[in-house]
């Protein structure tokens, strides 16, 4: 990623980590983005409104690894495809629901206790109600730090509205935003449209009109439905979705690319409370590290861009897997080897991110090809200090299996890995004795008001941590680790999880180790 290059080629490969973390077919968001900008053309939109509704429609799903881990015990550990049998379903409508829910969540599952799940999800549905919110919270959140339209902030925070108001948390009807109507129906149409077909969007429009969905926007789709679908049969949506970016397209300036690729990062870490702030210590470690053997500012920066980048394809493995607090099972640990894979390929499908994609993919491989997923052997000191890096900042974060390491413990392990050749002596020095500092966060004394007490309390409510365990981790009372969480809260402007690690991972609050 380079000054110059396109926000659009980014975006768009972000947008493919999105859909793998919704359940949906890689390009399906490109689809939507497509299918929204096409329909902003049949709106009349002006120039500015049609390229709100391009770059909103590609952030839409910015939100969707918010509420992955509170998900996944409900959903049997497989938050991908309960995400998508709900997303394709009308809130509304409780046989939808059900009928979705049967058809594409846990297919394998045992008959009987699937049935059971699907009774119990559907009596906790009312509750599924303010999912929305912290999908919108992270998709803004996220959102304002690209450098997209001023007006994509505002619509972000108004996803999930419904043309009927059955979303009290939203607008609804005439004031919802046209950009945001039309982006709302794309999304959903695309999903239809890749499961049956064009006449599967077409009933899917009839039966939501007036309900879920502005009536006009269902009527435009029907009546331009060849227009507006035209290409879609290509193997490969990536060259219409470039094609249609509007003029003047959204280029790259300098001060743009680290935020970018740190909202990569925080929409990949985010997926699981274990990670949050990940990629950015990774980041911090190897750069710093980077500097100390001498390496060039291009290899440097090159290396920082990896590191931020390198756990996006965690999005396509379930939440089952990475909050999994005892042993994984062979075919979990395939899945979860997995995400390396996904990680490349996502970044080389965009010109802009295909410098970044070996490297970034090549993070789990190992000296002498013991790691994953090309077994190759690490030849060169980039791909060896990031590899050190990951392994150094893995062991002093805490994981649902074990408690962080300290510094002087993960040493141990990384020097016996060199020792055994897995590893490089040379990357593993390097790391150690650049210093631990990123591996805080490098947060600041006071961040907002925060006190330093508040900040540790931010740090294990970003994790996820229910406020009694809080209060057990800090060895304090429920009522004082409450009444810091509230402070936190009113301090930051939050009032959720999902927002509050939105807040830590930007200002630097990492993790609690």
């Known amino acids: 990623m380079k000054e110059g290059d396109r926000l659009a080629e980014v975006m768009g490969a972000v947008s493919l980590a999105a859909a793998h973390a919704r359940g949906q077919a890689a390009e399906s968001l490109l689809g939507t983005t497509i299918l929204a900008t096409r329909m902003a053309g049949v709106f009349g939109l002006s120039s500015e409104e049609t390229t709100d509704t391009y770059y909103t429609a590609l952030a839409r799903a910015l939100g969707c690894t918010s509420t992955a881990m509170e998900s996944s015990p409900m959903a049997w550990g497989d938050d991908i495809t309960f995400s998508y049998a709900l997303n394709i379903s009308d809130f509304t409508d409780l046989e939808s629901i059900r009928s979705n829910l049967e058809r594409y969540w846990v297919p394998d599952g045992d008959p009987e206790a699937k049935a059971l799940a699907i009774a119990q999800t559907l009596e906790v549905l009312p509750q599924l109600a303010e999912v929305p919110l912290a999908h919108g919270h992270q998709a803004t959140a996220l959102g304002r730090r690209l450098p997209v339209p001023s007006a994509v902030s505002g619509l972000l925070a108004e996803i999930d509205a419904r043309w009927d108001g059955m979303n009290p948390f939203r607008a609804a009807a005439e004031d919802i935003p046209v950009p945001l109507r039309i982006i709302e129906f794309a999304l959903v149409a695309e999903m239809y449209r890749r499961a049956g077909g064009v006449p599967a969007v077409l009933e899917m429009a009839k039966v939501r009109s007036g309900g879920q969905f502005d009536p006009k926007v269902c009527d435009a789709f029907a009546d331009h439905t060849d227009d507006l679908v035209d290409g879609f049969e290509a193997n490969s949506l990536w060259d219409l979705f470039l094609e249609l970016e509007p003029r003047p397209r959204l280029l790259l300036e300098d001060r743009h690319i680290k935020p970018v690729a740190e909202v990569t990062a925080d929409f990949a870490d985010n997926k699981s409370g274990w990670t949050v702030g990940h990629s950015r210590i990774v980041a911090d470690t190897v750069r710093v590290a980077a500097e100390h053997v001498g390496l060039s500012d291009a290899d440097q920066r090159e290396l920082v861009l990896a590191g931020l980048m390198h756990d996006v394809g965690r999005c396509a493995v379930p939440n089952g897997v990475w909050d999994k607090p005892g042993e994984l099972s062979d075919g979990e640990r395939r899945m ?18 295909r410098p970044s994609a070996f490297l970034a993919g090549a993070v789990h491989e190992r000296l002498d090809g013991s790691g994953y997923h090309h077994a190759s052997r690490l030849r060169d000191i980039q791909p060896q200090l990031l590899a050190a890096a990951d392994v150094f900042a893995a062991l002093t974060q805490e994981r649902p299996w074990r408690d962080a390491y300290s510094h002087n413990e993960a040493a141990e392990i990384m020097l016996k890995e060199a020792d055994s050749g897995k590893l490089s002596l040379a990357a593993v020095k390097a790391i150690l004795e ?27 409510l970003a994790q996820g941590l229910l406020t009694k365990q809080i209060a057990a981790r800090l060895g304090i009372a429920y009522k004082t680790a409450d009444n810091h969480i509230q402070s936190i809260y009113a301090k930051i402007g939050a009032n959720s999880r999902t927002a509050a690690a939105m807040y830590a991972m930007e200002h630097g609050v990492y993790s609690a180790s």
Do not use: C, K, M, N
């Open 434 to 460: 650049s210093g631990s500092d990123s591996a805080s966060g490098g947060r600041t004394a006071t961040i907002d008001g925060l006190t330093p007490r508040e900040i540790e309390v931010l740090a294990h």
């Open 336 to 353: 979860a080897q997995s995400h390396s894979r996904y990680t490349e390929e996502i970044l080389a499908a965009s010109d802009a991110l």
